[in-house]
């Protein structure tokens, strides 16, 4: 267990190499962070620290950067959470206004302000097909040959689809189906929507055989969406320092890549509201190079998504955590998910 001297000493090194990238001195840190000690004596510490693994030292300079260890140290012991700017608070307010009635609006709005405001690459999943329990299934005649179909779940979710027809259909076939549709499938997974629901209702149905393929092949094909990734600011990831070896940027394509990848990290800390990997505390070997902040988006303990933020080992957590946590406050309050009441 570190000793207050080195903590504080420790916190002043990570936070002076997040801000500048370049190898940390003691006489830096005296200076600027008002430290009550000598500079022999945070020498000394920093050596004390090198050995204990929180702190490395470049072999081109005098100065120390912090280790995977110390990063470690930091998010758990020293990080502090309401490093959030009233620039950024009013900002985070303006995007953070709007309702929208779409999880995918939603998670695009929030994965946009994120990298906006962290100037990181962010990537964000809607929840998991299978976590969402169908509430409700209303079916809208727009026209003769045109329906709207609307999906409610039990999260708030609320997934809308068009469906257009290559023959004329009723009313009457619409609230059947309608009545078919919720009767087999309200309160289970948005993944029952498979083969088994057009057995059920063609067995019921099979006059009506025109009408039924559209409907599910537009629902199923809204609800794949849920699978969708959205990125935000990839490009943000070249202006780091870290990004001017090739190696490592053409690592991070790599990684952007491989979707497959990138959804399980996202889906590895959904236990958690926040979870951060550090380095070789990633299971893949290809993001050894980077840490990885994920988040599970949660309104009301219901989740909406997971969100990723991915960047060097030198990232700000401390201004990371800090936005997270108010976006998931703000959202609880009053959020921007409509509550689907609007929708007859």
Avoid: C, W
Wanted: net charge negative.
């Amino acid at each position: 267990m570190l000793n207050d001297r080195k903590k504080q000493i420790l916190q002043a090194i990570i936070e002076e190499y997040i801000q500048t990238a370049e190898p940390v001195s003691s006489n830096a840190i005296v200076q600027k962070y008002n430290l009550d000690y000598s500079s022999a004596t945070v020498r000394n510490e920093m050596a004390d620290l090198e050995k204990e693994g929180f702190l490395d030292k470049p072999h081109t300079s005098a100065g120390r950067v912090p280790s995977a260890k110390g990063y470690r140290f930091y998010v758990d012991e020293l990080l502090k959470e309401d490093n959030i700017s009233l620039e950024e608070v009013i900002y985070l307010q303006s995007k953070l206004q709007t309702k929208v009635n779409q999880i995918e609006d939603l998670m695009q709005i929030t994965t946009n302000t994120l990298s906006e405001i962290t100037h990181y690459p962010t990537v964000s999943i809607g929840p998991d097909k299978h976590s969402q329990i169908i509430d409700d299934i209303k079916f809208v005649l727009l026209g003769s040959r045109t329906m709207m179909a609307i999906i409610l779940t039990d999260s708030g979710m609320i997934k809308e689809t068009i469906i257009r027809f290559d023959e004329d259909v009723t009313e009457e076939q619409i609230s059947t189906l309608s009545y078919m549709f919720n009767n087999k499938l309200k309160g289970k997974p948005l993944d029952s929507i498979d083969t088994s629901i057009e057995e059920y209702i063609l067995s019921e149905m099979s006059s009506s055989i025109h009408v039924i393929k559209p409907i599910l092949n537009e629902l199923k094909k809204a609800i794949d969406e849920q699978g969708k990734l959205y990125y935000e600011g990839t490009n943000k990831a070249f202006e780091l320092p870290e990004f001017k070896s090739m190696e490592l940027a053409k690592n991070f394509v790599n990684v952007l890549d491989a979707k497959d990848l990138v959804i399980d990290t996202l889906h590895s800390g959904i236990a958690d509201d926040i979870n951060v990997y550090i380095g070789d505390e990633n299971e893949n070997e290809e993001l050894k190079d980077f840490s990885i902040i994920t988040f599970n988006h949660k309104i009301h303990g219901k989740s909406v998504g997971t969100i990723g933020i991915i960047g060097p080992k030198r990232m700000d957590y401390s201004k990371v955590i800090s936005i997270l946590k108010y976006i998931n406050r703000k959202m609880n309050e009053g959020g921007l998910l409509g509550d689907g009441k609007n929708t007859n």
